[in-house]
């Protein structure tokens, strides 16, 4: 049976209508997730939460200890991972409010963040073409057309290192280079999903456009506004993961599920069983 993670970005640190619920904390070789993952049952389903930034927002993007997020999620026995993060716009059709489903990731951080489990004595390279999970991401689009919202298929998100917005030169740039929406999470987490061969998709929530806008229109862009729409957009995305995950398959048949069949280019009688270990779950079908 297939469990559904959901990892919550600004503003939702929990999700309603969740059943039998626990609170599992997991220590991991790689350190603390951002908290507590909260194990429960939604519209039938076997869910695990986590707040991203955990509960209160105290941890900045640059702060995040992704690995251990996702080595938590693959250890509860997590196949699929719906992560919903707060964008900024960079197109004019691309309105605060309104969900974006991401198919691409372009990095601009400075790689100071740890984005692979591998290292330390086996080498391994996944396919990352196709960074997000193309079946999941229609699931989460067709649930978005359930709920009535405003909802576009296929963005190229640019993942920024923060915790700074874009100067308008960098906006002015991400605009040139056909940039869709501007965020400072995403990509990090899809790379690792995709080593631990779980399913990843975005589900981008717009609450404001980037400071490109300002400087085209006039049109000042407060924090109160980015608030109300973050709160707003909080409503959306639990309407939407709600119509979702009764749509996600019980039985996990993805191609990401076997990402690291053909990745591993250490050969296995090399391995280090200290790394071994460390990577417990995550290579457990491989030794």
Known sequence: MSRIGIIGGSGLYQIKGLKNISEVKIDTPFGSPSDAYISGELEGR????????????RILPTELNNKANIYGMKKMGVNWIISVSAVGSLKPELKPQDVVIIDQFFDRTNQARNNTYFGEGIVAHIQFAKPICASLSKILYNAGKECQVNIHYG?????????????????????????DVVGMTQMNEAKLAREAEICYATLAMVTDYDCWYEEETGSTVSAEMILDNL???????????SHAVRLIPEKHKCDCSNALANSFVTDKSLWPQETVKKLGPIIQKYL
């Not at 076997?46 to 927002?57: A, E, I, Q, S, T």
């Not at 963005?155 to 308008?168: K, M, Q």
């Open 46 to 57: 076997h869910v695990v939460f986590l707040p991203r930034h955990g509960k209160g927002h």
């Open 155 to 179: 963005s190229t998100y640019i993942n920024i290192e923060g915790p700074a917005f874009s100067t308008l030169a960098e906006s002015q740039t991400y605009r040139k280079w056909g940039m």
């Open 231 to 241: 709160l707003k957009n909080v409503d959306t995305a639990r309407n939407i993961i």
